[in-house]
C-alpha cells in the first residue's frame, strides 16, 4: 500500500466506523430493547419478591396445625394426634373448594400449561388476580399438607406478573413471549435457587427455542430473582449432600439401566397422574367436596408414610443422604405417586416437578441399593444413584432434559456427576417419548385441545379464530342479516381458520359473511375473504419463523 494513502485511509476510518454501527444502534433502539432489559430487572425482581413471600405463606400455614414452617413435616408429624394428621389436608381442602367456586375463573389453579398457552397467544389471557388466588389457594393446599410442587403456580405468578409490567410500558409486541419468559425464568431461579436452570427453562418449556434477543432480558430477570431469593433464604443449595464421586466407569452400564427404569417409573408416574384424573372427572361430585374428600385420602396414606406430605423436600433429602432403607423408599415410590395423583385430581393447587424429583430420588436410591448389593466393589453411593434418579425421572415427566439436569446440578452441587446424570436423563426422555409420547404438560394441553406435537402450523390453523382476519362492519353502516336457507352458508366469529378455509373451498367461496351465533339474531359482524385468510396464515408462519431464527 503506497504510503501517502495512509492519511486518507485513516481519515475516513471515522466514518466507516459509523456507517458499520449505526445502523444495529438504530435497530437496537427502534425495537425498544433497552426498555425490555429495564422491565426485565424489575420482572426479575418482583418475581423474587412474590416467591419468598409465596414460600413464606406456606410456612405459616404450617404453623397453624405443625407448630413449625420449616420443610421437616414427616419430623414433625410424628408426635402429632393421628386425628390431626387425617384431617388437616381435609380442612385445607374445604378452603381450597370454596376457593375454586367463588375465586377462580376456570374452577382450578394454574400452573406451567397455562403460561405455555399464554405464550401462543402473544401474552394474553394471563390476568393478575386469577393468578394471585390460584397462588393463595396453592399457599393453602401445600400448607395443609397436600403432596405436589410449589414450582407450577409460581412459575404461573411470575408470568403474570411480567404480562402485567409489558402492559404497563406498553412495549412492543415481540417483547411479550420474552418476557413472559423473564417471568418464568425468575420464577424458577426464586424457587430453586438455580439462576442458569431458570434460563433454560424458560427457553427450552416456555419459548420452545432460542434467541439472542430473548437471552438477555431473561438472564437479567433469572438473575434478579435469585439476588433477592438468596438474600433471604441464603446462598446454599437446597440439598446439602456430601462430595459424591463415580467410582469405576465400568458402572456406565448401571447408570444406562437406571435410565430406563426411570423411564418406565416416569411413564407410571403420568399414567397414574392422568387415569386418576379421567376417574375423577367423570365422579359427579360437588367442587365443595372434592378437594375435602381428597384431603382425607392423602391424610390416610400420610398415616402410614407421613413423608409424602407437602412438597417433600425432607425425604427427598435423606435419600440422598443415604438414610432410607430400600423397603421405606419402594413403599415411599407408591405412596407419594398415590398421594400427588390423588392430590392433583382433587384440584388441589400445586405442580409436579418436586413430586418428580421426590420420585425420582426413590427410584435412584433403591436402584443403588440393589446395584451395590450385586457389585459391592464397583457401585457407588445409593446417594449418587438418588441424585441421578431425581433428573431421569424428572426430565422425562416434563419433557425439559437440559434445564432438569442443570436444576439437579444446581440443587446439589454435583457437578462431578455430569456424565451418569446426561446418560440417564437422556435415555429416561427418549424411552418416555417413544411409549408415552408426551410430557405431562403436553398432555395438559392437549386436554384442553392444544396439539404443539402437529407442528406449528397445525396449532395456528386450529387457534386462529375468524375474527382475527375479518373485517368488521362499520359501527355506522346499516345492519345485514344472514338469511339461513340450505344454500347460504355463513362464518361463525368463533370458527377456527381450519374450518374456515375447508368452507371455502368446499363451496369454492371466496367471501362470506360472518356471524355470531351465540347473540342468536344472525346479524353479520363483518366479511371474510379466502385471500385474507391465507395472508393472515402465511404471516403468521412468516412471524413465528423470523422470531425463532431471530439474531
Same mark, same amino acid.
Given at each position: 500500500?503506497?504510503?501517502?494513502?495512509?492519511?486518507?485511509?485513516?481519515?475516513?476510518?471515522?466514518?466507516?466506523?459509523?456507517?458499520w454501527i449505526e445502523p444495529n444502534v438504530r435497530e437496537f433502539l427502534s425495537t425498544r430493547q433497552l426498555q425490555v432489559w429495564l422491565a426485565a430487572i424489575l420482572i426479575g425482581s418482583g418475581v423474587s419478591i412474590a416467591a419468598i413471600v409465596f414460600r413464606e405463606l406456606i410456612g405459616a400455614v404450617q404453623l397453624v396445625w405443625l407448630g413449625?414452617?420449616?420443610?421437616?413435616? *414427616?419430623?414433625?408429624?410424628?408426635?402429632?394426634?393421628?386425628?390431626?394428621?387425617?384431617?388437616?389436608? @381435609?380442612?385445607?381442602?374445604?378452603?381450597?373448594?370454596?376457593?375454586?367456586?367463588?375465586?377462580?375463573?376456570?374452577?382450578?389453579?394454574?400452573?406451567?400449561?397455562?403460561?405455555?398457552?399464554?405464550?401462543?397467544?402473544?401474552?394474553? !389471557?394471563?390476568?393478575?388476580?386469577?393468578?394471585?388466588?390460584?397462588?393463595?389457594?396453592?399457599?393453602?393446599? $401445600?400448607? *395443609?399438607?397436600?403432596?405436589?410442587?410449589?414450582?407450577?403456580?409460581?412459575?404461573?405468578?411470575?408470568?403474570?406478573?411480567?404480562?402485567?409490567?409489558?402492559?404497563?410500558?406498553?412495549?412492543?409486541?415481540?417483547?411479550?413471549?420474552?418476557?413472559?419468559?423473564?417471568?418464568?425464568?425468575?420464577?424458577?431461579?426464586?424457587?430453586?435457587?438455580?439462576?442458569?436452570?431458570? &434460563?433454560?427453562? @424458560?427457553?427450552?418449556?416456555?419459548?420452545?427455542?432460542?434467541?439472542?434477543?430473548?437471552?438477555?432480558?431473561?438472564?437479567?430477570?433469572? &438473575?434478579?430473582?435469585?439476588?433477592?431469593?438468596?438474600?433471604?433464604?441464603?446462598?446454599?443449595?437446597?440439598? !446439602?449432600?456430601?462430595?459424591?464421586?463415580?467410582?469405576?466407569?465400568?458402572?456406565?452400564?448401571?447408570? @444406562?439401566?437406571?435410565?430406563?427404569?426411570?423411564?418406565?417409573?416416569?411413564?407410571?408416574?403420568?399414567?397414574?397422574?392422568?387415569?386418576?384424573?379421567?376417574?375423577?372427572?367423570?365422579?359427579?361430585?360437588?367442587?365443595?367436596?372434592?378437594?375435602?374428600?381428597?384431603?382425607?385420602?392423602?391424610?390416610?396414606?400420610?398415616?402410614?408414610?407421613?413423608?409424602?406430605?407437602?412438597?417433600?423436600?425432607?425425604?427427598?433429602?435423606?435419600?440422598?443422604?443415604?438414610?432410607?432403607?430400600?423397603?421405606?423408599?419402594?413403599?415411599?415410590?407408591?405412596?407419594?405417586?398415590?398421594a400427588t395423583a390423588i392430590t392433583l385430581a382433587s384440584r388441589f393447587g400445586g405442580g409436579v416437578f418436586s413430586p418428580a424429583l421426590y420420585i425420582g430420588a426413590m427410584t435412584g436410591g433403591a436402584f443403588g441399593l440393589i446395584a451395590s448389593g450385586v457389585f459391592p466393589e464397583l457401585s457407588s453411593s445409593q446417594g449418587l444413584y438418588s441424585?441421578?434418579?431425581?433428573?431421569?425421572?424428572?426430565?422425562?415427566?416434563?419433557?425439559?432434559?437440559?434445564?432438569?439436569?442443570?436444576?439437579?446440578?444446581?440443587?446439589?452441587?454435583?457437578?462431578?456427576?455430569?456424565?451418569?446424570?446426561? $446418560?440417564?436423563?437422556?435415555? *429416561?426422555?427418549?424411552?418416555?417419548?417413544?411409549?408415552?409420547?408426551?410430557?405431562?404438560?403436553?398432555?395438559?394441553?392437549?386436554?384442553?385441545?392444544?396439539?404443539?406435537?402437529?407442528?406449528?402450523?397445525?396449532?395456528?390453523?386450529?387457534?386462529?379464530?375468524?375474527?382475527?382476519?375479518?373485517?368488521?362492519?362499520?359501527?355506522?353502516?346499516?345492519?345485514?342479516?344472514?338469511?339461513?336457507?340450505?344454500?347460504?352458508?355463513?362464518?361463525?366469529?368463533? !370458527?377456527?381458520?381450519?374450518?374456515?378455509?375447508?368452507?371455502?373451498?368446499?363451496?369454492?367461496?371466496?367471501?362470506?359473511?360472518?356471524?355470531?351465533?351465540?347473540?342468536?339474531?344472525?346479524?353479520?359482524?363483518?366479511?371474510?375473504t379466502q385471500v385474507r385468510a391465507l395472508a393472515y396464515f402465511n404471516k403468521s408462519l412468516v412471524d413465528a419463523s423470523e422470531e425463532e431464527h431471530r439474531q
Amino acid at each position: 500500500m503506497p504510503h501517502r494513502q495512509m492519511p486518507e485511509i485513516i481519515s475516513r476510518l471515522p466514518s466507516l466506523v459509523y456507517g458499520w454501527i449505526e445502523p444495529n444502534v438504530r435497530e437496537f433502539l427502534s425495537t425498544r430493547q433497552l426498555q425490555v432489559w429495564l422491565a426485565a430487572i424489575l420482572i426479575g425482581s418482583g418475581v423474587s419478591i412474590a416467591a419468598i413471600v409465596f414460600r413464606e405463606l406456606i410456612g405459616a400455614v404450617q404453623l397453624v396445625w405443625l407448630g413449625d414452617s420449616s420443610e421437616n413435616i *414427616s419430623t414433625i408429624v410424628k408426635g402429632l394426634p393421628w386425628y390431626v394428621v387425617l384431617l388437616a389436608p @381435609a380442612v385445607g381442602g374445604a378452603v381450597v373448594g370454596a376457593g375454586l367456586v367463588h375465586l377462580v375463573p376456570l374452577r382450578r389453579t394454574s400452573g406451567v400449561p397455562d403460561v405455555i398457552e399464554a405464550r401462543t397467544r402473544e401474552g394474553r !389471557d394471563i390476568e393478575m388476580k386469577p393468578a394471585l388466588w390460584s397462588a393463595a389457594l396453592t399457599v393453602v393446599s $401445600l400448607g *395443609s399438607g397436600a403432596s405436589a410442587g410449589r414450582e407450577g403456580p409460581i412459575v404461573h405468578l411470575g408470568a403474570a406478573i411480567s404480562a402485567l409490567l409489558a402492559g404497563l410500558f406498553k412495549l412492543p409486541l415481540w417483547s411479550n413471549k420474552t418476557l413472559l419468559a423473564s417471568g418464568v425464568a425468575a420464577a424458577v431461579s426464586a424457587s430453586f435457587n438455580a439462576p442458569i436452570a431458570g &434460563v433454560l427453562f @424458560a427457553h427450552e418449556i416456555i419459548l420452545g427455542h432460542y434467541s439472542r434477543r430473548s437471552f438477555v432480558p431473561i438472564v437479567i430477570a433469572s &438473575v434478579g430473582g435469585t439476588v433477592f431469593s438468596r438474600l433471604w433464604f441464603g446462598d446454599i443449595a437446597a440439598f !446439602d449432600i456430601p462430595d459424591y464421586q463415580i467410582t469405576s466407569f465400568w458402572e456406565i452400564p448401571a447408570f @444406562a439401566l437406571l435410565g430406563i427404569v426411570c423411564a418406565l417409573v416416569s411413564v407410571l408416574f403420568q399414567f397414574a397422574l392422568v387415569s386418576t384424573d379421567y376417574v375423577a372427572r367423570h365422579i359427579h361430585i360437588s367442587l365443595y367436596i372434592r378437594p375435602i374428600i381428597g384431603g382425607l385420602m392423602i391424610g390416610a396414606i400420610a398415616l402410614l408414610f407421613p413423608q409424602v406430605l407437602g412438597v417433600g423436600y425432607e425425604a427427598t433429602d435423606q435419600a440422598l443422604k443415604n438414610q432410607l432403607s430400600i423397603e421405606l423408599m419402594f413403599g415411599l415410590l407408591f405412596a407419594k405417586t398415590a398421594a400427588t395423583a390423588i392430590t392433583l385430581a382433587s384440584r388441589f393447587g400445586g405442580g409436579v416437578f418436586s413430586p418428580a424429583l421426590y420420585i425420582g430420588a426413590m427410584t435412584g436410591g433403591a436402584f443403588g441399593l440393589i446395584a451395590s448389593g450385586v457389585f459391592p466393589e464397583l457401585s457407588s453411593s445409593q446417594g449418587l444413584y438418588s441424585i441421578i434418579g431425581m433428573g431421569a425421572v424428572a426430565a422425562a415427566v416434563l419433557g425439559a432434559p437440559f434445564s432438569t439436569t442443570m436444576i439437579v446440578f444446581e440443587l446439589t452441587g454435583g457437578y462431578a456427576l455430569t456424565i451418569a446424570l446426561l $446418560l440417564a436423563v437422556s435415555i *429416561s426422555t427418549g424411552i418416555n417419548q417413544a411409549i408415552h409420547g408426551h410430557s405431562y404438560f403436553e398432555w395438559q394441553l392437549e386436554m384442553r385441545g392444544l396439539f404443539f406435537r402437529d407442528g406449528p402450523h397445525r396449532y395456528m390453523m386450529r387457534t386462529t379464530k375468524v375474527e382475527d382476519f375479518m373485517t368488521p362492519v362499520d359501527d355506522g353502516a346499516e345492519p345485514e342479516f344472514f338469511n339461513p336457507e340450505p344454500e347460504n352458508t355463513a362464518l361463525n366469529r368463533s !370458527d377456527n381458520l381450519e374450518s374456515a378455509l375447508r368452507t371455502f373451498d368446499d363451496g369454492g367461496h371466496q367471501r362470506l359473511p360472518v356471524i355470531d351465533d351465540e347473540s342468536g339474531d344472525n346479524k353479520i359482524i363483518g366479511w371474510a375473504t379466502q385471500v385474507r385468510a391465507l395472508a393472515y396464515f402465511n404471516k403468521s408462519l412468516v412471524d413465528a419463523s423470523e422470531e425463532e431464527h431471530r439474531q
